[in-house]
């Protein structure tokens, strides 16, 4: 799973094996190691949640959760469908843009 950071928009990036794995077990995670202690990292995750109610961003000390409700979760890995987008409000009356994408790769 491929996370990218630009301005105000968050976006994560699945390759089929990777939706594959989230449509079985409604979870992944990617752990980046970013010094020596295990406590340098930043883990970033995808998550069905039955609780949320829009596409969705958590943030917690060194750790990045994007919450897709269940529905949206089930459709999304069940269909041809591509792309998922929500917004979030952030500090400073901003918005922060998120996209949950399959990475279907160049079809030549």
Known sequence: MKL???????RLRL?????TAFAAHGRLETVVPLGL???????YT???DADASAVT?????????VLLPAAVA???????EV???GTTAVADNQVLHILVEKDLGCKH
């Open 4 to 10: 990218r950071l630009e301005d105000n928009t968050l």
């Open 57 to 65: 961003v958590r943030h917690e000390t060194g750790r990045i959760r």
């Open 74 to 80: 089930d459709g999304w890995t069940s269909t041809e």
């Open 15 to 19: 390759d089929p094996p990777e939706v």
């Open 37 to 43: 202690a295990a406590a340098d990292q930043l883990s």
């Open 46 to 48: 995808l998550e069905r």
């Open 83 to 85: 792309s998922l987008r």
